[in-house]
């Protein structure tokens, strides 16, 4: 089990933030909110998680800019994409740039858990 993961939330959403962040410290992580990709690539430099959510469509920065910026930079930290649509061709964008994975709002807790506990184990 991965109890205690330190795990950033990168959305720019406060509710989706909050929510994600309220389930995965249920789950016995130690969480992290980042309300921009700016704040949110400050976070990754301070904060050293070992997991990061990151919400696609964000003002200023992108999530496919932020993962290219951390990419960049050689940070390995695996990033699961939140994104409300279904658009393949941004899904392979996002892999392509290094991203581990990505999940749809609204999203199954129970899909989540799995996906959270899976990129942890690698």
Known sequence: ?????????IDDEDAVRNTLIDFLEGEG????????????????????PDLVF????????NGL?????????DHRTPVIIITAYDEEEIARDLVLAGATDF???????????RLVDSCLEH
């Open 1 to 9: 089990m991965n109890e205690g993961a330190r795990i950033l939330v």
């Open 29 to 48: 992580h130690q969480c992290q909110g980042a309300a921009n990709g700016e704040e949110g690539l400050q976070a990754v430099e301070d904060w050293k």
């Open 54 to 61: 990151l919400d696609f469509y964000m003002p200023r920065l």
């Open 65 to 73: 800019q932020v993962i290219k910026s951390l990419r960049s930079s």
């Open 103 to 113: 999940i749809r709002k609204p999203w199954d807790f129970a899909y989540l858990k």
